[in-house]
């Protein structure tokens, strides 16, 4: 390969190094580009429940915090240790409940953040779109692929916001990758691989049960919901993630933000067959959940894209020391995403096809070697015999860029504005469905075909 030259892009935010007009890198540690210009007045107010106070409620809770005008009125969760540490956090002032229908008939609530597990989301989101309520739901939008449609019909009717939460569809990084792809850097896209891959107890998700897990402070009945009866488990409420009854293990929870970035970068609306085999290699602690899952999927040629192939891994016994990232390959060049850098190589294909080196030359008589390339060299010129390589490019997001930041102000300004979302029900079905039918191929060990248009199993 070439040496190339890098070019380095940076993206300037409003950091204070640009209040005194110097142009400097923007490397300070909570630089936010879309914060900067939220626009609120005081009637703007948007007042937010959280459905579902575990880890990533409050992630999302504090993100949706950050855009100016949001208040936390009320959080609802089946653990009673949660609904304390909410009024702890939060204030005292807190409405909490294990009841979300409770929260879904409060006049003084807007909008949502649906954080359960998995299996609870289309039933929280549909209630809660029927009450009237704006929905931020968790990714995957869905537990099984059948549930996705109810979902999105159930957005149609209510004309209130529904926004998904896999944040790489408001990602600075995956939009900037977008641009890149779109400007035909890559030429045709061939093949794409997402991969996350995890070493350690808690990223194979045994999360700490707290020491007063029971029946008393724990509503078993409420966590079932629509899954089988079994008596009370706290590893299964603390560890749904890792049973299928109420995760949808590997895939569904992590291939989904593959999917999601794939489609925001490359404007697609899925693959139209997918296969995937899956095994439990190392964590077997009970759960019924895959810790290993690879996926290939097929997407078919759009007026967006090329035909492709999509290969998805998640290991959660990488020995090799985990880490994640996304690349796309086109016919010339490749598109690399690494946490919040993305790296750009792409080049012109010589005219000339070449002739010599590893080439059936050799075994053609001497006289017939010197004529061929007397013909070769009378047909190209030695501009037309190079590869040129376009300067590498680097782009990096500002240190401490938060997506999940970002993808909470975009849902607000939907909510405020009536603005489409970056993510809605039928945005959020199509990253889904290809991760879980990946779920379906790895147990009926077959390729499944998918209609991405339609949005249903062939
Ligand atoms: N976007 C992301 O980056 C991201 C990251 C992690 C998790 N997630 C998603 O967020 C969701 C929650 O994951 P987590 O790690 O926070 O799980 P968690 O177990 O820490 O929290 C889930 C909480 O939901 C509550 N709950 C379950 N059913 C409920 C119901 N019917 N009503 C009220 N509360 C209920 C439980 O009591 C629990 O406290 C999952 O769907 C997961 O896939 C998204």
Not at 57 to 64: F, R, S, W
Not at 132 to 160: F, I, L, N
Not at 314 to 336: C, F, H, P, Q, Y
Not at 392 to 418: C, Q
């Amino acid at each position: 390969m070439a040496t190339t030259r890098r070019k380095f892009i940076r993206t300037l935010g409003t950091s204070g190094s640009l209040l005194f007009g110097l142009p400097a890198l923007a490397d300070a540690t909570q630089v936010q580009t879309l914060l900067s210009k939220v626009r609120v007045t005081a009637n703007d107010k948007v007042r937010i429940a959280l459905i579902g106070s575990g880890i990533i409620g409050h992630y999302d809770t504090a993100a949706a915090m950050k855009v100016p005008g949001v208040e936390l009125v009320a959080v609802c969760d089946l653990y009673q240790g949660r609904l304390d540490r909410a009024k702890e956090k939060w204030g005292n002032h807190l409405f909490v409940t294990r009841n979300y229908k409770e929260i879904l008939a409060r006049k003084d609530i807007d909008a949502v953040l649906v954080c359960t597990c998995d299996h609870w989301h289309d039933h929280i989101t549909i209630d809660a779109l029927k009450a009237g309520k704006h929905v931020y739901c968790e990714k995957p939008m869905v537990h099984h692929v059948d549930e996705g449609q109810a979902v999105v019909a159930a957005q149609k009717a209510s004309g209130k916001v529904l926004q998904i939460g896999s944040q790489s569809a408001s990602s600075l990084v995956f939009l900037e990758a977008q641009k890149y792809f779109k400007q035909g850097l890559i030429g045709d896209v061939t093949y794409a691989e997402a991969f996350t891959d995890r070493n350690s107890a808690n990223g194979a998700w045994l999360y700490t049960i707290p020491n007063d897990a029971s029946p008393k402070t724990i509503d078993w009945d409420m966590f079932l919901g629509d899954a089988p009866k079994l008596p009370f488990d706290p590893v299964r409420f603390f560890h749904w993630r890792n049973y299928k009854a109420y995760g949808t293990g590997v895939a569904g929870d992590l291939f989904v933000h593959s999917f999601t970035g794939l489609h925001t970068i490359t404007s697609s609306l899925g693959p139209k067959q997918v296969y995937a085999l899956g095994a439990l290699n190392y964590w077997k602690d009970g759960r019924d959940a895959y810790d290993i899952v690879t996926g290939i999927s097929q997407y078919p040629k759009t007026e967006n894209h090329n035909a492709f192939q999509f290969f998805t891994r998640v290991n959660l016994a990488d020995g090799a020391g985990g880490g994640s990232s996304t690349r796309l390959i086109g016919t010339e060049g490749v598109i690399d995403l690494r946490g919040n850098t993305i790296t750009i190589k792409h080049f012109k294909r010589p005219v000339a096809p070449g002739i010599g080196g590893y080439d059936s030359m050799e075994s053609f008589p001497k006289a017939m070697q010197e004529q061929l390339l007397k013909e070769y060299d009378q047909k190209y010129s030695a501009d037309d015999r190079k590869t040129k390589w376009a300067d590498e490019i680097v782009f990096e997001a500002p240190k401490g860029y938060d997506s999940r930041l970002d993808h909470m102000i975009n849902f607000f300004e939907s909510v405020r504005t009536g603005k489409p979302t970056l993510e809605d029900g039928s945005f959020g079905l199509r990253a889904a469905a290809p991760a879980l039918i990946c779920n379906l191929s790895a147990e009926k060990k077959k390729a499944i075909d998918w209609d991405p248009v339609t949005m249903k199993l062939v």
